[in-house]
């Protein structure tokens, strides 16, 4: 199966852009739907956003307000979250999934147990003046 690895976490500015990668390996990610997700400490687990097979299909967190994208290049089998404006808010750890053979053309953030099945190690994005 693919292994996800994040990358592109650090410190951050309040207002400042970060563009976070997760790069699949072992297989493609072409069929899969890829979702990011954050935790911040204390905090439960939540979706972020999340891309379909191909591209065509996105959903973001409603309370990010039009400052996050997330984009695929399947050329590089790799799926990107451009985060600008950044707020306090947004440091957690990210981690990108896969949901793996989905039915829909459409992706979903919820519920992620046993939808997202395989998940990177996650990196850290600090938000910080």
């Known amino acids: 199966q693919v292994k996800l690895v994040e990358s592109g976490g650090g410190l951050v500015q309040p207002g400042g852009s970060l563009t976070l990668s997760c790069a699949g390996s072992g297989r493609t990610l072409t069929y899969d739907h890829i979702g990011w997700f954050r935790q911040a400490p204390g905090k439960e687990r939540e979706g972020v956003s999340c891309?379909?097979?191909?591209?065509?299909?996105?959903y973001y967190l409603p309370s990010l307000k039009g400052r996050f994208t997330i984009s695929r290049d399947d050329a590089k089998n790799t799926v990107y979250l451009q985060m600008t404006d950044v707020k306090s808010e947004d440091t957690a750890v990210y981690y990108c999934?896969?949901?793996?053979?989905?039915?829909?053309?459409?992706?979903?953030?919820?519920?992620?147990?046993?939808?997202?099945?395989?998940w990177g190690q996650g990196t850290q994005v600090t938000v910080s003046s």
């Open positions: 891309i379909s097979r191909g591209g065509r299909s996105t």
């Open positions: 999934a896969a949901d793996r053979g989905p039915l829909s053309t459409t992706c979903a953030l919820v519920p992620w147990k046993g939808r997202y099945e395989t």
